[in-house]
């Protein structure tokens, strides 16, 4: 690939970035404000943004298609956002450094939610569940295990997220044999509203 075309793939790939980043804040802040909220008001954001996810997604699976440097620079990219599509991910840092290729800080996140559980700050319910989000990412972005850690996922996978790997599409598997040109992807009205929404939410908060 050309510098030109490295830049431009750098800056498309910063682009998608932000967007996602956005749309994962949103349902983060939508969360964290919830006791604010009624329940149908809660269910109308949160599905909204949910739908802006299933657009982001789609628009990566057309702009992907067929082009090989793409699969390497967003393929993680759209896999972290099946994983919150599916609520096989819960965690907004957990998503973004699974989109963002970031092994290191996943590895440095799963040490202090060890930590965390250890001096009683975090429930054992809710550690299982990152650290299984964290070690699923890991395991996607093809980073070694431990045995240990290959072992925990193999006991979550074979419970309650048993399912929980099926949720991801290898992007690879579905690459076209031309590269299909789309409009970069915009937040709809819909997603405006949301972000007003929320955004009034945070000041209440």
Known sequence: MTSRGQAETEKL???????LDRLVQQLADLEE???????????????ETMEQLREFNDSLSKMISGDMTLVDQLGS?????????????HTPAV??????REPDLL?????????????????????TREKTEILSALRQLEERLS????KFLDQQFASSLEDTGKQFVRVSDTVANNVKEVPSWRMSWAGHITCMRVMRMLTKC
């Open 13 to 19: 790939r910063q682009n998608l970035e932000g967007q």
């Open 33 to 47: 404000c919830r006791g604010d909220l009624d329940q149908s008001e809660y269910e109308e954001t949160k599905n």
């Open 77 to 89: 990219m759209q896999l972290a956002t099946q994983a919150a599509i599916s609520a096989a991910f």
């Open 95 to 100: 998503i973004r450094m699974f989109a963002r």
């Open 107 to 127: 590895r440095e996140r799963l040490a202090d939610v060890d930590r965390d559980e250890r001096l009683g700050k975090l429930s054992a319910q809710a550690s």
């Open 147 to 150: 045995p240990a850690e290959l």
